[in-house]
């Protein structure tokens, strides 16, 4: 399984943007795919999850509200729609799947990742 990660940039705080993650490779294996990330200095956070054949989604109570995951089945693609951004949204965004666990939240369980893409909000 791989996964490509886009649309990242610098934008305002209170602008949007959506990052898109694309999926190929064995994708029947997947049970998840969730969005990540990762600020200077800091720890790798969840941020977001949907399951890969029903849909189900979950968020940080951080993004709960401002973020929206979604997934394209007909091109393997998870979008992450992030509106109303904040200077601490600021970080480097990766999506991840896991095709072992519905744990959704923990980035233990996922096996594979993309590269990353950056994401600054500017005050």
């Known amino acids: 399984v791989q996964l490509a990660e886009s649309g990242g940039g610098l934008v305002q705080t209170g602008d949007s943007l959506r990052l898109s993650c694309k999926v190929s490779?064995?994708?029947?294996?997947?049970?998840?795919v969730g969005w990540f990330r990762q600020a200077p200095g800091k720890a790798r956070e969840y941020v977001a999850a949907?399951?890969?054949?029903?849909?189900?989604?979950n968020y940080a109570d951080s993004v709960s509200g401002r973020f929206a995951i979604s997934k394209d089945g007909a091109t393997d693609t998870v979008f992450l729609q992030m509106d109303n951004l904040k200077p601490e949204d600021t970080a480097v965004y990766y999506c991840?799947?896991?095709?072992?666990?519905?744990?959704?939240?923990?980035?233990?369980?996922?096996?594979?990742w993309g590269q990353g893409t950056q994401v600054t909000v500017s005050a």
């Open positions: 490779g064995f994708t029947p294996r997947i049970t998840s």
């Open positions: 991840a799947a896991d095709t072992r666990t519905y744990i959704m939240t923990l980035a233990d369980t996922y096996d594979f």
């Open positions: 949907i399951t890969w054949k029903s849909g189900e989604v």
